[in-house]
C-alpha cells in the first residue's frame, strides 16, 4: 500500500511568489493535514481538511490557503511569500480526524530567498 | 488555548532507561499521541493514549493522567537507533491534532 506522498520534495522561490505544494493521501482515508515544521518550532497545525471541506485552520494568514480534491488529495497554497515562510511543509492523512493516527508524507521543504 | 510542554533535549545511555515528559493544556481531550521523528524524515506513530493508564507495545510504553494534564513515553533498552525527536501530540475539543515542539533524545554509546 502507498503511503502519503507529497510533491515537490523541494521547492525554490523568491520573495512575494505563490507557491504550490500537493499531497496524495494513503488510499482510504478522508482527512489531510498540512502542519508547517520551522527549525526550532515543531509542527505547527496550518489546516485540516476532511471530506472535500476545510474544517479547521491554525493561526496562519489569510495568504495560506488549500483544498481538497473529490479523490482526497489537497493541495496547499501560500502567496506572496515571506522570508519566514521557509521550512518543511509536511502532509498526513487519517480515517478520520482526532481519533485516529496520522500518516506522513515525508515533505516538501521551501526555501524563499 | 492549546498549550503542550515537554523538555527540549534529553541525553541517555544505550542499554538504559528514559522517561520523556509531557503536560498539556487543551480544550477538550479525545486522546494523546506519540511520535518519532528521525533528523530529516516524517514524524512516525508510537502510541496513543484515550484512557488513564499505562499503554505497554514492546520497548515502548506510554502513560496517560487526564485528571493532571500529564503523560509520559517511557523507552527501554535504549540502541543507538532510538536517538531521534519524541513528539507528544493532543486532539481536543475542535479536533485538530496540536503538537509540542518535540524531545531531542541523545543516546550515548
Known amino acids: 500500500e502507498a503511503g502519503v506522498t507529497q510533491s515537490p520534495t523541494h521547492l525554490i522561490k523568491t520573495r512575494g511568489q505563490q507557491a504550490t505544494l500537493r499531497c496524495s493521501p494513503i488510499s482510504g482515508h478522508t482527512s489531510v493535514y498540512w502542519y508547517q515544521q520551522a527549525l526550532g518550532l515543531g509542527l505547527q497545525f496550518l489546516l485540516w481538511y476532511d471530506e472535500g471541506e476545510e474544517r479547521n485552520r491554525g493561526n496562519f494568514p489569510p495568504r495560506f490557503s488549500g483544498r481538497q480534491f473529490p479523490n482526497y488529495s489537497s493541495e496547499l497554497n501560500v502567496n506572496a511569500l515571506e522570508l519566514e515562510d521557509s521550512a518543511l511543509y509536511l502532509c498526513a492523512s487519517s480515517h478520520r480526524q482526532g481519533h485516529e493516527k496520522l500518516f506522513f508524507g515525508s515533505g516538501t521543504q521551501l526555501s524563499v530567498l | 488555548g492549546q498549550n503542550i510542554d515537554q523538555p527540549t533535549e534529553m541525553t541517555a545511555t544505550e542499554g538504559a532507561i528514559v522517561q520523556i515528559n509531557c503536560t498539556y493544556q487543551?480544550?477538550?481531550?479525545?486522546?494523546l499521541f506519540w511520535y518519532q521523528q528521525h533528523a530529516g524524515e516524517a514524524p512516525t506513530f508510537l502510541s496513543y493514549n484515550v484512557l488513564d493508564g499505562l499503554e505497554e507495545k514492546g520497548r515502548f510504553s506510554s502513560f496517560l493522567s487526564r485528571s493532571k494534564g500529564y503523560s509520559y513515553l517511557l523507552l527501554k533498552e535504549l540502541q543507538m537507533k532510538d536517538s531521534a525527536s519524541y513528539l507528544c501530540?493532543?486532539?481536543?475539543?475542535?479536533?485538530?491534532?496540536?503538537f509540542g515542539k518535540g524531545t531531542r533524545l541523545h543516546i550515548l554509546p
Open positions: 487543551t480544550s477538550g481531550f479525545n486522546g
Open positions: 501530540a493532543v486532539s481536543g475539543r475542535d479536533d485538530k491534532i496540536i
